[in-house]
C-alpha cells in the first residue's frame, strides 16, 4: 500500500502548480481522497477532499476558488490544481485515503494511508 504524491515546487505569488497522487498496491474503489498540507511550526491541516465517485468535493475556505481537487479512478491518482498561489500556500502537501472516511472528510485521524508529502513554496 503505497501513496506517491509529486508536483510540489517553487512558485512565484499568483503562480500554479498540479500535484499529482498515484495509489499502488490497493484499489481505491470508494474511498474518498484528499489533500492535507503542513507549514512549518503548523498543525496538519485539511485542504481538498473528494469521494469516490466525485460527486462530493469539500475545500478549507482558504483555497476555495483557487484549488481544484479532481480524480482518476482507472488510474488511481488524485490531483489538486493550485491556482493564484499565495505565501500563504507554502507548506508540504499531502494526499490520503483509507475506509473510515465516511461523512468526515476533513478529519485527519479517519485517514489510515499517507503519501510521503510533496513541498510547495510559494514566493513574494
Known amino acids: 500500500v503505497q501513496l506517491q504524491a509529486s508536483g510540489g515546487g517553487l512558485v512565484q505569488t499568483g503562480g500554479s502548480l498540479r500535484l499529482s497522487c498515484v495509489a499502488s498496491?490497493?484499489?481505491?474503489?470508494?474511498?474518498?481522497m484528499c489533500w492535507f498540507r503542513q507549514a512549518p511550526g503548523r498543525e496538519r491541516d485539511f485542504v481538498a477532499a473528494i469521494s469516490w465517485s466525485g460527486n462530493r468535493i469539500y475545500y478549507e475556505d482558504s483555497v476555495k476558488g483557487r484549488f481544484t481537487i479532481s480524480r482518476d479512478n482507472a488510474e488511481n491518482t488524485v490531483y489538486l490544481q493550485m491556482n493564484s498561489l499565495k505565501p500563504e500556500d507554502t507548506a508540504v502537501y499531502y494526499c490520503a485515503t483509507g475506509p473510515r472516511v465516511g461523512n468526515f472528510a476533513s478529519v485527519r485521524g479517519r485517514y489510515d494511508y499517507w503519501g510521503q508529502g510533496t513541498l510547495v513554496t510559494v514566493s513574494s
Open positions: 498496491g490497493f484499489s481505491l474503489d470508494y474511498y474518498t
